[in-house]
């Protein structure tokens, strides 16, 4: 049975994007037949992330439409097998995407994909609501301030009550991804702590995924996170999927790593 | 066999009891729908998902024009979305129940101590709705209290008119909670707090983790910026005192370990 999955968080800035092109592709690289869509209709920027905006010829509204068909626009992953990418239009505004046209569409991709990432816009209005209206499942992103906090937390309450599945008075099961995590920042009092953030929210925990460089350079070369071998994101990124697969996987990024007697001579 | 004998006519299959059940009273003023139908969406979709299952009864008796006949049909198609469950009327005449029976609503008799129904043919002086006793002038004590589970998030807003509100969780920041009665937060308070928002000067607010936004108890309010730091993180009770928020700690005690 396909998963809806939608990728949400309030506040703007805070990773959803780059959470979903990782979280889609580490479930393709597991074997599962993933699309990813984006939702931020006028701001997109997924297939940026993805690196397939070179060959986005339809986008999601002109499938809401009938002006092209879901095969013409979705686009293949030229690196993974089993992912798909839905772009979003950049010409058109959020007022543009009706309930009922996504609906039909992901009524569609569920006869063919075994997840389907919704990648919300930031924001509490029409946009993140239509996003998460037919998710199963929400993954909350969260970066470790206060102001993201908060913003998740209004989130997490709109998906008990905004969503189809809170009409049918069935929940939507959260999952809570704390991004852009900085140990020794924690450490010195700078940051919240994971802890601090998983007591406000109150909801399963899935990873952090620590503040890294790569991140952004993965992001300008248009690679997901997960598809770069030897990058700190990624791995914790293919944790984060693993344990949303149910498997256990010890927490890490957690802590400050332990200098070694060289490193702590000469300086890392 | 076993199961054989489970299904003959001999052996019960089941057993009818009669039981007292405490049900939501929605008491109607007037039948026409334009009206009735917004307020009821402005008023319970300020707390969406606050009413999920709860069985509705829909009082009649204080109609302002006994005779009219609501349009139940529209009317379940309106509660029903917003969560509540209207499972019959009561109070209304022999017109009006039949046109609930219609709407596959059931008629309940009104409880004894309440106000009896006029027979549908003699309808008397219009009952006025200001002289109706409005449930929440109930004394805050004698209304059961509301108890909420989930956390209560920031945005969420959660009423409990009547009586005490208790969260078993903790109300982050942004999130507001008001109640007639006391309020208990057994988790962190981060919000806004309002106790005896109707008045009543005896309510009290229990936290185990202080820190809300803003307190208040009949009307004399605190925002965080006044507290006393010595309090903020700690179990305390708020009460009013001359007119003034006490706050003091509560709850501690000496390990014996």
């Known amino acids: 049975m396909a998963k809806v999955v939608v990728v949400t968080s309030g506040k703007g800035g805070v990773g959803k994007t780059t959470t979903s092109a990782a979280f889609s592709a580490g479930l393709a690289l597991r074997g599962y037949k993933t699309v990813v869509l984006d939702f931020d209709v006028g701001l997109r920027n997924l297939d940026l992330i993805m690196g397939c905006e070179r060959r986005v010829v339809y986008d999601l509204l002109n499938v809401i439409h009938g002006e092209g068909s879901l095969n013409q626009a979705l686009i293949k992953d030229k690196r993974v097998d089993n992912l798909f990418v839905l772009p979003a239009s950049q010409t058109r505004d959020k007022d543009a995407l009706s309930l009922e046209g996504v609906e039909r569409i992901i009524n569609e991709l569920k006869e063919r994909f075994d997840y389907i990432i919704c990648d919300s816009p930031a924001g509490i209005e029409k946009g993140a609501i239509t996003a998460m209206y037919f998710a199963d499942e929400a993954l909350v992103v969260t970066n470790p301030e206060v102001s993201s906090v908060r913003d998740s937390d209004r989130i997490i309450g709109m998906l008990s009550s905004k969503t189809r599945r809170a009409e049918q008075n069935l929940s939507v099961k959260e999952h809570l991804v704390v991004t852009r995590y900085d140990a020794s920042r924690v450490n010195r009092g700078d940051m919240l702590s994971a802890a601090d953030v998983q007591e406000i929210l109150a909801i399963p925990f899935l990873g952090v995924i620590p503040e890294s460089k790569s991140v952004l350079v993965a992001s300008n070369s248009g690679v997901p996170v997960t598809l770069d071998k030897d990058n700190d994101a990624g791995s914790a990124y293919m944790d984060v999927v693993d344990r949303f697969l149910g498997q256990e996987r010890p927490f890490r990024f957690m802590d400050v790593p332990k200098k070694g007697l060289i490193s702590r001579l000469f300086g890392s | ?257």
């Not at chain 2, 319970?44 to 024009?65: A, E, H, R, T, Y």
């Not at chain 2, 549908?120 to 219009?126: C, D, I, R, T």
């Not at chain 2, 006044?226 to 700690?249: K, M, W, Y």
Request: proline fraction near 7%; glycine fraction near 10%.
């Open chain 2, 1 to 257: 066999m076993r199961t054989a004998e489970i299904n003959t006519a001999a052996t019960p299959s089941f057993e009818l009891k009669g039981s007292a059940l405490t049900l939501m009273i929605l008491h109607l003023w007037v039948a026409d729908s334009d009206c009735l139908i917004r307020q009821l969406q402005d008023k319970f979709g300020q707390v969406p998902g606050f009413f999920k299952n709860v069985p509705l009864v829909i009082d009649l008796g204080s109609l302002q024009d006994p005779e009219q006949v609501p349009d139940f049909k529209l009317l379940v198609q309106t509660l029903r979305p917003l969560g509540l469950v209207p499972v019959g009327v009561r109070g209304g005449n022999a017109v009006q129940n039949e046109y609930a029976l219609a709407a596959n609503l059931g008629v309940l008799h009104v409880g004894r101590g309440e106000r009896a129904t006029e027979p549908a043919a003699a309808p008397k002086v219009e009952p006025e709705p200001a002289e109706q006793p409005l449930p929440s002038e109930l004394p805050a004590a004698m209304a059961g209290a509301k108890v909420i589970t989930h956390p209560v998030r920031s945005g969420q807003r959660v009423v409990a008119p009547h009586g005490d509100l208790i969260v078993l969780a903790s109300v982050n920041a942004g999130a507001e909670i008001l109640a007639a009665g006391n309020i208990h937060v057994y988790g962190a308070l981060r919000g806004r707090a309002l106790a005896g928002v109707k008045g009543d000067t005896e309510a009290r607010i229990f936290s185990l983790q202080f820190n809300p936004e803003l307190i208040a108890i009949a009307g004399e309010y605190m925002v965080n910026e006044e507290l006393d730091g010595v309090h903020l993180g700690q179990s305390t009770v708020i009460s009013l005192a001359d007119n003034r928020l006490l706050i003091e700690p509560f709850g501690s005690f000496i390990s014996l370990a």
